[in-house]
Nanobody
Framework: QLQLVESGGGLVQPGGSLRLSCAAS????????IGWFRQAPGKAREAVSA??????????YYAESVKGRFTISRDNAENMVYLQMNILEPEDTAVYYC??????????????????????WGQGTQVTVSS
């Protein structure tokens, strides 16, 4: 069965960096979508980034609030997806989740940011940005 496990969260000062990892089992990154979402206390869950892989092509998606600061990437050999977060701001404080549709499912366009399109979720990792 598809299983996702996040790690890498922690406490960082504004302007600092963190790298989140999503270990995926039960899905091949040769054809998949892996998304990153976050949820702050009292706030709705927010799409952050996603990577969609069909084999011949790879598409990267970013929320406007993180574009230019965050980078999503993958490691096929380890079945890992990473979210490199730079120039972190207090507004980035949240629990971060990785998620995927059913194995083999690929999302395109605006679907990437729709949480209802994702069937599998990790347990989350806390990111706190504070001085």
């Amino acid at each position: 069965q598809l299983q996702l496990v996040e790690s890498g969260g922690g406490l960082v000062q504004p302007g600092g960096s963190l790298r989140l990892s999503c270990a995926a089992s039960g899905v091949s990154l040769s054809r998949a979508t892996i998304g990153w979402f976050r949820q702050a206390p009292g706030k709705a869950r927010e799409a952050v980034s996603a990577i969609s892989i069909t084999g011949p092509s790879t598409t990267f998606y970013y929320a406007e609030s993180v574009k230019g600061r965050f980078t999503i990437s993958r490691d096929n050999a380890e079945n890992m997806v990473y979210l490199q977060m730079n120039i972190l701001e207090p507004e980035d404080t949240a629990v971060y989740y990785c998620a995927s549709p059913s194995p083999g499912g690929v999302l395109f366009g605006s679907q990437w940011s729709d949480s209802s399109q994702y069937d599998n979720w990790g347990q989350g990792t806390q990111v706190t940005v504070s001085s």
